[in-house]
């Protein structure tokens, strides 16, 4: 079999593990128990081929407005809504 010549190497960024620290962009409730769309942090609980598990603290809501009982959200891998946590400078 051939080799597949790559443009690029795979993204080493997109390797996530459990207990890695990463923001998601979700629906979810702040400080005052508003619904708000925004950067949520939470913590990588499952690593699947395809897709991360994302535990949070605060309530979180799927897209149709159903809140998530476990405070779990599944993302792929490769989604945009999800990054590695910003470092906060002291």
């Known amino acids: 079999m051939a080799s597949l010549p790559f443009s690029a190497p795979p993204e080493s960024e ?13 629906d979810h409730d702040n ?12 913590v990588i609980v499952q690593v699947d081929p395809k897709m991360v598990a994302v535990q949070f603290h605060e309530n979180v809501y ?10 779990v959200l599944w993302c792929p891998k490769e989604s945009s809504n999800m990054r590695r946590r910003k ?3 002291s």
């Open 14 to 26: 997109r390797d996530y593990e459990v207990g890695d620290v990463v923001e998601v962009f979700c």
């Open 31 to 42: 400080e005052d128990e508003e619904r708000i769309r925004g950067w949520l942090q939470g």
């Open 62 to 71: 799927l897209t149709d407005g159903w809140m998530v009982p476990d405070h």
């Open 87 to 89: 470092k906060k400078r």
